[in-house]
């Protein structure tokens, strides 16, 4: 009561343009209260208790406290006619020199342009990284097409096909295709054995190792026809004249016989 | 020249400045041990002071608190809803109050209102913030300074009087600073202890066991062989060669026929 004592002995009635406090709690919820005291806001909403600790929840309940205040002083003082704010020619001393202002406004740029740096940096790797897939794709598909066009003309000339529709394929292959068959196809051509080497050996003469036996091959009985190799199946159309020709070991008894 | 105060004075001498300079408030700032900081704020003939530690001290030049505004003008006063629950608070709550607000058309006052004091209670102190006004809508930017204040004791009368009332929670820096070291201390004494009685542990924990006479029943130790010297060099012993086994060379040559 002491204190309750000096309070009273303390307190001063002044309009409150005088004084121009506010008492709110952070959420902004405002309720005026009489004219002489202050703008009494009781909390209506409870307010969680703020961690201390946590320095950005704590700030950021001063800045709302603040506001609230603001939003609820601010029509008030228009109402008394007290002006809130400065006129843009209104120069006067103020509360930082301009220096320190300076200051704070390089500090500012600097760390903005710093920023802008790193960003700029991350987006030029990027791009090169982009760059560099889209040089190496377009490099093999050179290569492929470069290929495909030598093929092309390796088969033009073994006889294989005589259309020279390869030369045009780069510009205009949608076309070709419609143009398509155009002439006939020389049905047989090379042998059915020759056509089998030819794929699988290719063009452009000899390739390393590229006849060699594999294990695959060598167990591939496809091709072995019994009737033919035990010369039992029908002779189509009698071909050349059999020529039975008897063994050595026959010749030979023959040889010593005639003798 | 300046009324000054000397270091030998008691505290009610600045009583006497703010008669001479005609103020009726004042601050008074206080620096121990060029550590802690002490604030007094004190309404000067007869109204109540108060005593604070402050702490956590961000002054103007800090570049991160981009805010500025007029030198003289009015600020907004803003205050926790917490100041009206507690009799001290409130009289805390009318001093800054007095204090810290400025009078309508005082001379040397600028005519707007664009800045916010804002006084929140956390953690048992007061918190200070300055925040400027840029928009109608609230929008705010820190000013600076900023700083907590730790309630000391408040004095009925000016820089002296009888204790109106005393801050349970206040522990002096200097006691502050002792509990950390005694933490410290203790923390290590523990260590050492530990070891200590680790020490002992091992030492205690080999067991004498008495010993088992059923385990040396059976044992009979050997007989004691004469040691015999010897003097004379052993005729080397007579070697038998086996004649099935064949001769190097030949082995030699049996090993190249098997491979």
């Keep these: ?259 | 020249a300046d009324t000054k105060m000397d270091r030998k004075d008691k505290l009610f001498v600045i009583n006497e400045v703010c008669e001479i300079k005609n103020c009726n408030k004042c601050i008074f700032f206080e620096a121990k041990k060029k550590q802690d900081l002490y604030m007094w704020l004190s309404n000067a003939p007869q109204g109540p002071s108060a005593k604070f530690l402050v702490q956590n001290i961000h002054t103007l030049a800090e570049l991160k608190m981009t805010g500025n505004c007029l030198r003289g003008s009015r600020p907004l006063l803003s205050f926790d809803p917490t100041f009206d629950k507690e009799p001290h608070y409130a009289l805390l709550k009318e001093l800054f109050i007095q204090i810290f607000s400025t009078p309508q058309y005082h001379p040397k006052s600028q005519p707007f209102v664009d800045h916010v004091f804002t006084f929140t209670v956390t953690d048992k102190r007061i918190w200070f913030r300055n925040y400027q006004i840029i928009e109608e809508d609230a929008s705010l930017v820190e000013i600076g300074p900023r700083f907590v204040l730790n309630l000391i004791k408040i004095f009925q009368g000016s820089f002296g009087g009888p204790t109106l009332y005393e801050n349970p929670y206040y522990q002096s820096p200097n006691t502050h600073r002792r509990l950390i070291r005694l933490s410290v201390a203790a923390k290590f004494r523990e260590k050492q202890q530990v070891k200590e009685a680790q020490k002992i542990k091992k030492n205690e924990s080999r067991m004498l066991v008495k010993d088992d006479f059923t385990e040396t029943v059976f044992e009979t130790p050997a007989e004691e062989k004469p040691v015999e010297v010897q003097l004379v060099k052993p005729e080397p012993k007579a070697t038998v060669k086996d004649k099935r086994k064949p001769r190097k060379t030949q082995r030699k040559k049996q090993k190249k026929l098997f491979r």
Excluded: C
């Design chain 1, 1 to 259: 009561d002491g204190l309750k004592r000096s309070l009273g002995d303390l307190r001063r009635q002044l309009a409150w343009v005088e004084r121009l406090d506010v008492t709110l709690g952070p959420v902004a919820a405002a309720a005026d209260g009489a004219s002489h005291s202050p703008g009494e806001g009781h909390s209506a909403s409870h307010k969680e208790a703020v961690d201390p600790e946590n320095d950005f929840q704590r700030e950021m309940s001063f800045y709302r406290q603040a506001q609230a205040a603001v939003l609820e002083a601010l029509p008030r003082l228009h109402k008394l006619q007290v002006p809130t704010r400065r006129p843009d020619d209104y120069f006067a001393e103020m509360a930082k020199s301009d220096q320190q202002m300076q200051k704070i406004r390089q500090k500012l740029k600097s760390k903005q342009e710093a920023m802008e740096k790193t960003e700029k940096a991350k987006q030029l790797r990027a791009l090169r990284k982009y760059g560099k897939k889209v040089q190496t794709e377009i490099l093999q598909k050179r290569q492929k097409e470069k290929k495909s066009m030598l093929n092309a003309v390796k088969k033009y000339q073994k006889g294989l096909s005589d259309k020279l529709d390869f030369l045009d394929e780069g510009q205009t292959s949608s076309q070709g295709n419609k143009k398509g068959s155009g002439s006939q196809r020389v049905k047989k051509g090379p042998n059915a054995k020759r056509r089998y080497k030819n794929q699988k050996f290719g063009f452009g003469g000899k390739k390393k190792g590229s006849k060699w036996n594999t294990k695959e091959s060598f167990n591939d009985v496809s091709s072995f026809k019994g009737k033919v190799a035990h010369n039992k199946g029908p002779r189509k159309a009698g071909k050349k004249a059999l020529n039975k020709r008897p063994g050595k070991r026959a010749r030979q008894k023959m040889k010593s016989r005639a003798r």
